[in-house]
Protein backbone atom coordinates (compact mmCIF):
# COMPACT_ATOMS: atom_id res chain seq x y z
CA UNK A 1 0.00 0.00 0.00
CA UNK A 2 1.47 3.56 -0.66
CA UNK A 3 1.69 6.00 1.60
CA UNK A 4 0.13 9.18 1.51
CA UNK A 5 2.69 11.72 3.32
CA UNK A 6 0.39 14.80 4.39
CA UNK A 7 1.64 18.16 3.96
CA UNK A 8 0.98 21.06 6.86
CA UNK A 9 -2.09 22.71 6.06
CA UNK A 10 -2.69 26.63 6.89
CA UNK A 11 -4.64 27.21 9.78
CA UNK A 12 -8.02 28.39 8.40
CA UNK A 13 -7.55 25.63 5.53
CA UNK A 14 -7.47 23.06 8.57
CA UNK A 15 -11.20 25.15 9.81
CA UNK A 16 -12.97 24.75 6.61
CA UNK A 17 -11.75 20.67 6.59
CA UNK A 18 -13.10 19.75 9.84
CA UNK A 19 -16.30 21.82 8.89
CA UNK A 20 -15.47 23.82 12.15
CA UNK A 21 -15.96 27.77 12.70
CA UNK A 22 -13.12 29.38 13.18
CA UNK A 23 -13.66 30.14 16.67
CA UNK A 24 -14.15 26.22 17.20
CA UNK A 25 -17.74 26.47 17.95
CA UNK A 26 -20.80 25.23 16.29
CA UNK A 27 -23.67 26.94 15.27
CA UNK A 28 -26.48 26.44 18.48
CA UNK A 29 -28.66 28.77 17.29
CA UNK A 30 -29.14 32.92 17.43
CA UNK A 31 -28.19 35.23 19.96
CA UNK A 32 -31.27 34.79 21.58
CA UNK A 33 -32.04 30.86 22.14
CA UNK A 34 -30.52 31.08 25.41
CA UNK A 35 -32.83 33.73 26.48
CA UNK A 36 -35.84 31.94 24.80
CA UNK A 37 -34.54 28.32 26.87
CA UNK A 38 -34.26 30.67 30.53
CA UNK A 39 -38.21 31.69 29.81
CA UNK A 40 -39.46 28.72 29.60
CA UNK A 41 -37.56 27.52 31.87
CA UNK A 42 -39.11 29.59 34.61
CA UNK A 43 -42.63 29.14 33.37
CA UNK A 44 -41.95 25.40 33.86
CA UNK A 45 -41.03 25.74 37.34
CA UNK A 46 -44.46 27.91 38.52
CA UNK A 47 -46.70 25.93 36.67
CA UNK A 48 -46.46 22.46 37.88
CA UNK A 49 -45.60 24.27 41.52
CA UNK A 50 -48.83 25.40 41.40
CA UNK A 51 -50.41 22.91 39.59
CA UNK A 52 -48.97 20.83 43.06
CA UNK A 53 -50.43 23.16 45.48
CA UNK A 54 -53.69 23.31 43.57
CA UNK A 55 -54.11 19.60 43.32
CA UNK A 56 -53.50 18.72 47.19
CA UNK A 57 -55.93 21.27 48.04
CA UNK A 58 -58.66 20.13 45.58
CA UNK A 59 -57.75 16.66 46.29
CA UNK A 60 -56.95 15.97 42.63
CA UNK A 61 -54.64 12.97 41.69
CA UNK A 62 -54.88 13.40 37.92
CA UNK A 63 -53.58 17.47 38.33
CA UNK A 64 -50.78 16.06 40.55
CA UNK A 65 -49.79 13.63 38.13
CA UNK A 66 -50.15 16.85 35.65
CA UNK A 67 -48.06 18.70 37.49
CA UNK A 68 -45.29 15.81 38.19
CA UNK A 69 -45.19 15.17 34.41
CA UNK A 70 -44.67 19.39 34.07
CA UNK A 71 -41.58 18.79 36.62
CA UNK A 72 -39.99 16.46 33.48
CA UNK A 73 -40.50 19.41 31.51
CA UNK A 74 -38.61 21.61 33.72
CA UNK A 75 -35.93 19.01 33.30
CA UNK A 76 -35.59 18.81 30.29
CA UNK A 77 -35.62 22.55 29.22
CA UNK A 78 -32.90 22.78 31.92
CA UNK A 79 -30.76 20.07 30.12
CA UNK A 80 -31.47 21.92 26.88
CA UNK A 81 -30.13 24.80 28.62
CA UNK A 82 -26.85 23.21 29.80
CA UNK A 83 -26.66 21.61 26.35
CA UNK A 84 -26.91 24.96 24.30
CA UNK A 85 -24.33 26.83 27.15
CA UNK A 86 -21.76 23.64 26.43
CA UNK A 87 -21.78 23.52 23.37
CA UNK A 88 -21.24 27.27 23.01
CA UNK A 89 -17.67 26.24 24.83
CA UNK A 90 -16.13 23.93 21.78
CA UNK A 91 -14.34 21.24 22.51
CA UNK A 92 -10.80 20.68 24.56
CA UNK A 93 -7.71 19.08 24.97
CA UNK A 94 -8.98 16.40 27.29
CA UNK A 95 -12.48 16.84 25.71
CA UNK A 96 -12.07 16.75 22.34
CA UNK A 97 -15.28 16.10 21.68
CA UNK A 98 -17.00 18.64 24.33
CA UNK A 99 -19.35 17.65 27.20
CA UNK A 100 -22.31 17.17 25.01
CA UNK A 101 -23.29 13.85 26.26
CA UNK A 102 -23.51 15.46 29.80
CA UNK A 103 -27.24 16.07 28.26
CA UNK A 104 -27.46 12.35 27.61
CA UNK A 105 -26.26 11.22 31.30
CA UNK A 106 -28.64 13.74 32.56
CA UNK A 107 -31.30 12.67 30.33
CA UNK A 108 -31.14 8.79 32.09
CA UNK A 109 -30.74 10.68 35.53
CA UNK A 110 -34.17 12.56 34.21
CA UNK A 111 -35.69 8.91 33.50
CA UNK A 112 -35.23 7.16 36.97
CA UNK A 113 -37.00 10.07 39.05
CA UNK A 114 -40.17 9.94 36.33
CA UNK A 115 -40.26 6.16 36.69
CA UNK A 116 -40.17 6.90 40.26
CA UNK A 117 -42.67 9.51 40.49
CA UNK A 118 -44.97 6.94 38.19
CA UNK A 119 -44.72 4.36 40.62
CA UNK A 120 -46.18 6.66 43.74
CA UNK A 121 -49.32 8.06 41.26
CA UNK A 122 -50.13 4.57 40.69
CA UNK A 123 -49.82 3.45 44.01
CA UNK A 124 -52.08 6.89 44.79
CA UNK A 125 -54.44 6.21 42.15
CA UNK A 126 -55.03 2.79 43.15
CA UNK A 127 -55.65 3.76 46.57
CA UNK A 128 -57.79 6.87 45.57
CA UNK A 129 -59.90 4.04 43.37
CA UNK A 130 -60.41 2.08 46.13
CA UNK A 131 -61.14 4.95 48.64
CA UNK A 132 -62.83 7.79 46.75
CA UNK A 133 -62.48 11.17 48.03
CA UNK A 134 -64.90 14.46 46.58
CA UNK A 135 -62.37 16.32 43.62
CA UNK A 136 -62.96 20.68 43.27
CA UNK A 137 -63.63 20.37 39.95
CA UNK A 138 -63.93 24.13 39.25
CA UNK A 139 -60.51 24.38 40.94
CA UNK A 140 -59.28 21.72 38.54
CA UNK A 141 -60.05 23.68 35.35
CA UNK A 142 -58.68 26.86 35.98
CA UNK A 143 -55.36 25.12 36.93
CA UNK A 144 -55.20 22.70 34.05
CA UNK A 145 -55.96 25.57 32.34
CA UNK A 146 -52.88 27.70 33.40
CA UNK A 147 -51.37 24.33 32.36
CA UNK A 148 -52.68 24.52 28.79
CA UNK A 149 -51.82 28.48 28.35
CA UNK A 150 -48.11 27.83 29.99
CA UNK A 151 -47.06 25.20 27.74
CA UNK A 152 -48.39 26.53 24.84
CA UNK A 153 -46.67 29.59 25.37
CA UNK A 154 -43.53 27.32 25.90
CA UNK A 155 -44.29 25.26 22.79
CA UNK A 156 -44.60 29.22 21.23
CA UNK A 157 -41.33 30.24 22.89
CA UNK A 158 -39.46 26.87 21.24
CA UNK A 159 -40.61 26.75 17.88
CA UNK A 160 -37.93 28.60 16.35
CA UNK A 161 -35.42 27.39 17.72
CA UNK A 162 -36.64 23.66 16.95
CA UNK A 163 -36.23 24.05 13.41
CA UNK A 164 -32.57 24.18 13.94
CA UNK A 165 -31.79 22.10 17.13
CA UNK A 166 -32.81 18.83 17.99
CA UNK A 167 -31.66 19.13 21.32
CA UNK A 168 -34.25 22.40 21.30
CA UNK A 169 -36.77 20.24 19.35
CA UNK A 170 -37.02 17.73 22.12
CA UNK A 171 -37.74 20.07 24.78
CA UNK A 172 -40.33 21.27 22.20
CA UNK A 173 -42.25 18.00 22.03
CA UNK A 174 -42.31 17.80 25.69
CA UNK A 175 -44.34 21.21 25.83
CA UNK A 176 -46.86 20.18 22.98
CA UNK A 177 -47.11 16.64 25.06
CA UNK A 178 -48.02 18.68 28.50
CA UNK A 179 -50.41 20.86 26.88
CA UNK A 180 -52.35 18.06 25.24
CA UNK A 181 -52.00 16.32 28.79
CA UNK A 182 -53.19 19.34 30.90
CA UNK A 183 -56.25 19.31 27.95
CA UNK A 184 -57.01 16.35 29.24
CA UNK A 185 -57.12 16.95 33.15
CA UNK A 186 -59.43 20.40 31.63
CA UNK A 187 -61.76 17.54 30.09
CA UNK A 188 -62.19 15.57 33.37
CA UNK A 189 -62.64 18.96 35.74
CA UNK A 190 -65.33 20.02 33.74
CA UNK A 191 -67.42 16.58 33.98
CA UNK A 192 -66.33 16.06 38.06
CA UNK A 193 -68.29 19.91 37.69
CA UNK A 194 -71.72 18.10 36.51
CA UNK A 195 -71.42 14.40 37.45
CA UNK A 196 -69.78 12.85 40.69
CA UNK A 197 -67.68 10.71 38.98
CA UNK A 198 -64.78 11.00 41.31
CA UNK A 199 -63.17 7.53 40.06
CA UNK A 200 -62.44 9.67 36.98
CA UNK A 201 -59.56 11.48 38.31
CA UNK A 202 -57.69 8.72 39.43
CA UNK A 203 -58.42 6.86 36.37
CA UNK A 204 -57.19 9.84 34.03
CA UNK A 205 -53.91 9.93 36.34
CA UNK A 206 -53.44 5.78 34.92
CA UNK A 207 -53.64 7.44 31.47
CA UNK A 208 -51.39 10.41 32.51
CA UNK A 209 -48.40 7.85 33.86
CA UNK A 210 -48.78 5.73 30.33
CA UNK A 211 -47.82 8.83 28.79
CA UNK A 212 -44.95 9.69 31.34
CA UNK A 213 -43.70 6.81 30.86
CA UNK A 214 -43.87 6.07 26.80
CA UNK A 215 -41.85 9.05 26.78
CA UNK A 216 -39.38 8.16 29.23
CA UNK A 217 -38.55 4.81 27.29
CA UNK A 218 -38.39 7.03 24.22
CA UNK A 219 -35.68 9.25 25.98
CA UNK A 220 -34.31 5.99 27.59
CA UNK A 221 -33.84 3.89 24.32
CA UNK A 222 -32.85 7.54 22.29
CA UNK A 223 -29.46 8.10 25.24
CA UNK A 224 -28.69 3.59 25.34
CA UNK A 225 -28.38 4.07 21.47
CA UNK A 226 -26.29 7.34 21.23
CA UNK A 227 -24.23 5.99 24.51
CA UNK A 228 -23.44 2.87 22.58
CA UNK A 229 -22.26 4.55 19.60
CA UNK A 230 -24.86 2.81 17.38
CA UNK A 231 -25.55 4.14 14.10
CA UNK A 232 -28.04 7.20 14.11
CA UNK A 233 -31.57 5.66 12.87
CA UNK A 234 -32.96 6.43 9.25
CA UNK A 235 -29.17 6.25 7.88
CA UNK A 236 -28.34 3.41 5.97
CA UNK A 237 -24.87 2.71 6.03
CA UNK A 238 -25.12 0.33 2.84
CA UNK A 239 -26.89 3.38 0.59
CA UNK A 240 -23.91 6.02 2.06
CA UNK A 241 -21.17 3.72 0.76
CA UNK A 242 -22.70 3.15 -2.52
CA UNK A 243 -23.33 7.19 -2.98
CA UNK A 244 -19.18 7.47 -2.28
CA UNK A 245 -18.45 5.14 -4.37
CA UNK A 246 -20.50 6.82 -7.02
CA UNK A 247 -18.45 9.78 -6.91
CA UNK A 248 -15.35 10.58 -9.31
CA UNK A 249 -12.25 9.55 -7.97
CA UNK A 250 -13.22 7.12 -5.60
CA UNK A 251 -12.33 3.32 -6.23
CA UNK A 252 -13.93 2.20 -3.01
CA UNK A 253 -14.87 2.75 0.15
CA UNK A 254 -14.69 0.80 3.51
CA UNK A 255 -15.02 0.48 7.05
CA UNK A 256 -17.82 3.09 7.83
CA UNK A 257 -18.57 3.79 11.05
CA UNK A 258 -21.33 6.10 12.00
CA UNK A 259 -22.64 7.61 15.56
CA UNK A 260 -24.54 10.48 17.20
CA UNK A 261 -21.83 12.67 19.33
CA UNK A 262 -25.38 14.01 21.52
CA UNK A 263 -28.84 14.32 20.60
CA UNK A 264 -27.74 16.10 17.63
CA UNK A 265 -25.03 16.18 15.51
CA UNK A 266 -23.60 12.74 13.34
CA UNK A 267 -20.05 11.70 13.21
CA UNK A 268 -18.40 9.66 10.37
CA UNK A 269 -15.55 7.79 9.56
CA UNK A 270 -14.49 5.75 6.55
CA UNK A 271 -11.37 4.41 4.41
CA UNK A 272 -11.98 5.85 1.11
CA UNK A 273 -9.56 4.13 -1.74
CA UNK A 274 -7.70 6.96 -4.05
CA UNK A 275 -5.56 6.52 -6.93
CA UNK A 276 -1.94 6.67 -5.98
CA UNK A 277 -1.35 10.62 -5.90
CA UNK A 278 0.21 13.48 -3.95
CA UNK A 279 -1.95 14.13 -0.72
CA UNK A 280 -2.61 17.89 -1.60
CA UNK A 281 -4.85 16.52 -4.25
CA UNK A 282 -6.63 14.59 -1.77
CA UNK A 283 -8.11 17.98 -0.54
CA UNK A 284 -10.33 18.84 -2.85
CA UNK A 285 -11.78 15.37 -3.23
CA UNK A 286 -12.39 15.96 0.80
CA UNK A 287 -14.52 18.66 0.61
CA UNK A 288 -16.94 17.13 -2.55
CA UNK A 289 -17.11 14.15 -0.16
CA UNK A 290 -17.94 16.03 3.24
CA UNK A 291 -20.46 18.23 0.81
CA UNK A 292 -22.38 15.79 0.26
CA UNK A 293 -22.61 13.46 3.37
CA UNK A 294 -23.88 16.73 5.52
CA UNK A 295 -26.50 17.49 1.96
CA UNK A 296 -27.54 14.16 1.02
CA UNK A 297 -27.47 11.99 5.18
CA UNK A 298 -27.21 14.95 7.36
CA UNK A 299 -23.58 14.16 7.97
CA UNK A 300 -21.85 17.14 9.77
CA UNK A 301 -18.64 15.55 11.31
CA UNK A 302 -17.20 13.31 8.86
CA UNK A 303 -13.75 11.94 9.27
CA UNK A 304 -11.59 10.10 5.83
CA UNK A 305 -8.69 7.71 6.07
CA UNK A 306 -7.51 7.77 2.16
CA UNK A 307 -6.01 4.65 0.69
CA UNK A 308 -4.19 3.05 -2.40
CA UNK A 309 -5.50 -0.02 -2.09
CA UNK A 310 -8.30 -1.61 0.43
CA UNK A 311 -6.77 -2.42 3.39
CA UNK A 312 -8.36 -5.83 5.59
CA UNK A 313 -11.14 -7.42 4.07
CA UNK A 314 -12.43 -3.90 2.63
CA UNK A 315 -15.94 -5.14 3.70
CA UNK A 316 -18.08 -2.68 5.15
CA UNK A 317 -17.92 -2.53 8.70
CA UNK A 318 -14.54 -2.97 10.01
CA UNK A 319 -13.62 -6.33 11.46
CA UNK A 320 -10.49 -4.62 13.14
CA UNK A 321 -7.96 -6.14 10.66
CA UNK A 322 -6.41 -3.31 9.78
CA UNK A 323 -4.79 -3.22 13.47
CA UNK A 324 -2.03 -5.67 12.12
CA UNK A 325 0.75 -2.80 11.22
CA UNK A 326 -0.79 -1.97 7.75
CA UNK A 327 0.63 1.23 7.07
CA UNK A 328 0.20 3.87 4.24
CA UNK A 329 -2.95 6.01 4.90
CA UNK A 330 -3.38 9.42 6.00
CA UNK A 331 -6.53 10.70 8.17
CA UNK A 332 -8.32 13.71 7.47
Known amino acids: MSTLHPQAPEADAAEASCGCSPSGR ?7 TGA ?46 VAFRIGRRGASVRHTFGYRRAEVLAALVQVGLLAGASAVIVLEAVERLQHPTVVEGRLVMGLAALGVAGNGLSAWLLHRDARHSLNVRGAFWHMVGDMLTSVAVLIGGAILTVRPWYWLDPLLSFGIVVFILKNSWT ?39 AWNLASSGVAFSCHVVVPDQAVSRTE ?40 NGNGGSHEH
Open 26 to 32: TATGDGH
Open 36 to 81: RLLLTLALNLLIPLAQVAGGLAAGSMALISDATHNFSDFAAVLIAY
Open 284 to 323: TLAEVLRRNLHERFGIDHPVFQFETAACGNGDLLCGLSCG
Open 219 to 257: IARESGLILMNSTPRGLDLEAVRRHLEGIDGVRGVHYLH
